[in-house]
């Protein structure tokens, strides 16, 4: 039996769509004008000509608005990720896929830094991301372990051994220390239940990962200023380098 196909929306409910997009458009230029911090529901409001009693038929909250912006960044930049990833033909170029993620992840830091600052700057005082922001905020990690793994699986990345001896006490601590990583590595499914995750893989996934994010936190912030003269080359630099790291041996 066929499924009918979905009704098509009310005047009523496009206009809603509308209006919350309208509302989250105005947000976001708040956020990158003023930060996370100051973002006010009242001053939104006025921003798309609402009384502010009308706004909170779409946000009951500031904090609700806050979630809705979180998982609108996290979403955009996770799209950005993966539709850099898959713009690479041919997916044995793993390096190549690596870079094309790498320059599209900062192209969004750099175009959207009031997104940014709210995924990755400081806390918002007051308020906690609920569980419903965890799934957006993975995809863009989902998109770089899943070139790390490709090429693990394919041969192409070769795993550093690490300072522990493997089945030692102290690989058994370096396990339990990223343990939720590994985790992770197996709940998304990028690897099957019975294989075993190398550790110094997850390891320098990791590295690579808080590496990327933290040197756009102070690119972003202005923390390298008088160090780096060429942005553009450092990061050039910067993702050849974490590539070599990481064990990608193909171009």
Known sequence: MEAAPPRAKTA?????????ADILAAARVRL????????????????VGMVSSAVYRYFASRDEL????????????????????????????VRERWAAVIVAIRGWALANPGDYALLYGSPVPGYAAPQTT??????????????????????????APGPAAPGSPEESAERATVAGAIDFVRFR??????????????????????????TLSF????HLVGSVSDLDGYYALLTERLASDLGFTLP
């Open 32 to 47: 990158a004008e003023e930060g996370p911090a100051a973002l006010s529901l009242r001053a939104v409001a006025r921003d």
């Open 189 to 214: 499914g990028l690897v099957d239940e019975r294989e075993e995750v190398p550790l110094e893989l997850v390891v320098r996934t990791l590295m690579a990962w808080t590496t990327v994010f933290g």
């Open 134 to 159: 965890v799934e957006p905020a993975t995809r863009v990690i989902v998109a770089i372990l899943g070139i790390v793994i490709d090429a693990y699986r394919a041969g192409t990345l070769v795993v």
């Open 12 to 20: 009523r409910a496009l206009a809603r769509e509308q209006i919350t």
């Open 66 to 93: 806050l979630t809705a912006l979180l998982v609108l960044a996290y979403d955009d930049l996770g799209a950005a990720a993966e539709t850099a990833d898959a713009a690479v033909a041919d997916r044995g170029a």
């Open 219 to 222: 690119e972003l912030f202005g």
